[in-house]
């Protein structure tokens, strides 16, 4: 069992900047490719960011390409994202997912709401 915790949200302005953390508990958090989704309200869930178990790979919606950084330590069990330049389009709850390596197994946080004002 792996639990997520987000933080790091809130309100920001237009053009300002966030870093979202997501800490995982457990032992294993290498064993688990992550990502970043969000969900606007009346809108489905997307997925925004996701890393590999490793950090070596990463992949990017292409609304924020350039914008967004993902990132994971894998010593602190914490994965991040680094959003900048924001936009009020990115108003969403933002929400961590773990996926377990070579299995179906998938956790997710709770989530941490971004507002960004215009």
């Known amino acids: 069992q792996v639990q997520l915790v987000e933080s790091g949200g809130g309100l920001v302005q237009a053009g300002g900047s966030l870093r979202l953390s997501c800490a995982a508990s457990?032992?294993?958090?290498?064993?688990?490719?992550m990502g970043w989704y969000r969900q606007a309200p009346g809108k489905e869930r997307e997925v925004v960011a996701t890393?590999?178990?490793?950090?070596?790979?990463?992949a990017y919606a292409d609304s924020v390409k350039g914008r967004f950084t993902i990132s994971r330590d894998n010593a602190k069990n914490t994965v991040y994202l680094q959003m900048t330049s924001l936009k009020p389009e990115d108003t969403a709850i933002y929400y961590c997912?773990?996926?377990?390596?070579?299995?179906?197994?998938?956790?997710w946080g709770q989530g941490t709401q971004v507002t960004v004002s215009s």
């Open positions: 890393v590999n178990s490793s950090g070596g790979s990463t």
């Open positions: 997912k773990a996926d377990r390596l070579f299995s179906t197994t998938t956790y």
């Open positions: 457990g032992r294993t958090f290498s064993n688990y490719n």
